[in-house]
């Protein structure tokens, strides 16, 4: 609280932010990148292979065992929005918007390394590719970021930005650096778009797997 009424709630949040998606990227494709791979690695796939259940079922079983510990780390922060609100009310509808692009990052981030793991025969190659394109996208422009004015105008920087899903949660929360950047929603409709044509991916590459050898 202290530290809120020195620095700015804009500030703590953006820290808040920053942690949290830091969180999604660590853990995210430790789960979910070897949710297919794991199975052709250890062999078990064949077991799969001879169950009637579909390529639909077998995805949305494995993406439900990673969306609940992915929900536990969403709510790990909650509190501290709240504590946020009471301080400065008005930043309400603030984290909102952040909150929805949590989850949009979130689910993205399931989604990709789900896709990227069912490309590999081994879990280890998997893991390391998924860890390898969160960390592109998650910060790569931020590179971009870091030379905004010189090299780089504003609107490559903007431009650079609108695919990073960490910058669109800073821009909504207000965080110096940020806020000047127009990002939301523009940065929803490219995750969300992304995240259903990884889906089609991953859903294609199953029932192709799933068919008998």
């Keep these: 609280s202290m530290g809120t009424m020195q620095w700015g709630v804009e500030t703590i949040g ?3 932010v920053m942690l949290q998606v830091d969180l999604i990227v660590l853990l995210t494709p430790s789960l979910a990148a070897g949710l297919i791979s794991s199975e052709r690695e250890s062999g078990s796939w064949v077991l799969l292979q001879m169950t009637p259940l579909t ?3 077998i995805i949305r079983g494995k993406l439900l065992s990673v969306c609940w510990t992915l929900v536990l780390i969403l709510l790990a922060t909650l509190p501290g929005y709240v504590v946020m609100v009471f301080i400065q009310p008005q930043m309400r509808f603030q984290i909102e918007r952040v909150l929805i692009s949590l989850g949009i990052t ?9 896709a990227i793991g069912s490309l590999f025969r081994k879990a280890a ?5 998924a860890y390898v394109a ?15 004015n010189a090299p780089f105008g504003h609107n490559a920087v903007e431009t650079a930005l609108l695919v990073n899903p960490l910058a669109a949660a800073l821009q909504v929360i207000e965080m110096p650096g940020f806020r000047d950047y127009n990002l ?16 089609i991916g991953l859903s294609v ?8 050898s």
């Design 14 to 16: 953006g820290i808040m």
């Design 55 to 57: 390529a639909g079922k």
């Design 106 to 114: 979130a689910v993205f981030a399931m989604l990709l390394s789900a």
């Design 125 to 129: 190659a998997a893991t390391t590719a």
């Design 134 to 148: 969160l960390v592109v996208i998650c910060a790569g422009p931020m590179l971009i970021w870091l030379g905004r």
């Design 184 to 199: 939301v929603p523009a940065n929803w409709w490219i995750m969300s778009g992304a995240s259903v044509l990884l889906l």
């Design 205 to 212: 590459q199953t029932w192709r797997l799933r068919r008998p």
